[in-house]
Nanobody, 126 residues
Framework: QVQLVESGGGLVQAGGSLRLSCAASRRTFSMYVMGWFRQAPGKEREFVAATRWSGGNTAYAASVKGRFTISRNNAKNTVYLQMNSLKAEDTAVYYC???????????????????WGQGTQVTVSS
């Protein structure tokens, strides 16, 4: 298993920015996809963004495309989520996730990921 620790959440006004970080305890050879999900009160956990460690494609939910950017620093085993133009509806607990096994699901599916962080709260005031 890989331990994931999120940081960077907080309270921000609408239109503002935050950058979330997710530090992995180690980089395994098989850790090949990292994702961000979020869960608002009373709602299902939903996909936000994902990236492959080896480079190549990224994916975004339609609701955040153009405002959020996922990136990674392989040397630091860290993935980031830069969030700009934040809206009240972005308020949620944000979770980092890692896939260390190959599962036949898309990047946006929770079922693809077998490691999860504890989450970090993001609150956007309107």
């Amino acid at each position: 298993q890989v331990q994931l620790v999120e940081s960077g959440g907080g309270l921000v006004q609408a239109g503002g920015s935050l950058r979330l970080s997710c530090a992995a305890s180690r980089r395994t050879f098989s850790m090949y996809v990292m994702g961000w999900f979020r869960q608002a009160p009373g709602k299902e956990r939903e996909f936000v963004a994902a990236t492959r460690w080896s480079g190549g494609n990224t994916a975004y939910a339609a609701s955040v495309k153009g405002r959020f950017t996922i990136s990674r620093n392989n040397a630091k085993n860290t993935v980031y989520l830069q969030m700009n133009s934040l809206k009240a509806e972005d308020t949620a607990v944000y979770y980092c996730a890692a896939a260390t096994v190959v599962l036949p699901y898309g990047l946006g599916s929770k079922a693809k990921y077998n490691n999860w962080g504890q989450g970090t709260q993001v609150t956007v005031s309107s």
